[in-house]
C-alpha cells in the first residue's frame, strides 16, 4: 500500500513563505499524477496544483505565480513552494496521487493525511 506523508505546515505571517514537502513510500516515478490540495475550516476539500509525469503542471487562479509544484525523483517527494501567502491560504493542504489517469481530474488513488498551514492576517 503507497503511503504519503505531508511535512513543512504551520504558522507563517502574511506575506511569508512556506515549502510543503509529501514524501512518498515508493518511487514518484510511478505515478501518472500528483496534486496538492487543500482544506479551509467549513469549505470543501479544493484543488491547488498538479503535475503529470512529464512535468506538465496546472494551478488554482488562486496558486497561479505564487505556488509552485514540483517533484523529486531522488527524494520520492512532490513539493509545493508556497510564495506571498495570504489568510486565505488557511487549511489543510493534502498530497495525492495516482498511477492511471480517471475520468475525473480529482480522482485519485492515494491521499496523505495532511499538514496545517495558518496565515497570521
Known amino acids: 500500500q503507497v503511503q504519503l506523508v505531508e511535512s513543512g505546515g504551520g504558522p507563517v505571517a502574511l506575506g511569508g513563505s512556506l515549502r510543503l514537502s509529501c514524501v512518498s513510500s515508493?518511487?514518484?516515478?510511478?505515478?501518472?499524477?500528483m496534486a496538492w490540495y487543500r482544506q479551509a475550516p467549513g469549505k470543501q476539500r479544493e484543488f491547488v496544483a498538479r503535475?503529470?509525469?512529464?512535468?506538465?503542471?496546472t494551478y488554482a487562479d488562486s496558486a497561479k505565480g505564487r505556488f509552485t509544484i514540483s517533484t523529486s525523483w531522488l527524494k520520492n517527494t512532490v513539493d509545493l513552494q508556497m510564495d506571498s501567502l495570504k489568510p486565505e491560504d488557511t487549511g489543510v493542504y493534502y498530497c495525492?496521487?495516482?498511477?492511471?489517469?480517471?475520468?475525473?481530474?480529482?480522482?485519485?488513488?492515494?491521499w496523505g493525511q495532511g499538514t496545517q498551514v495558518t496565515v497570521a492576517s
Open positions: 495525492a496521487a495516482k498511477t492511471l489517469p480517471k475520468a475525473s481530474v480529482d480522482d485519485f488513488d492515494y
Open positions: 515508493t518511487t514518484v516515478s510511478n505515478f501518472y499524477a
Open positions: 503535475i503529470l509525469k512529464g512535468g506538465v503542471t
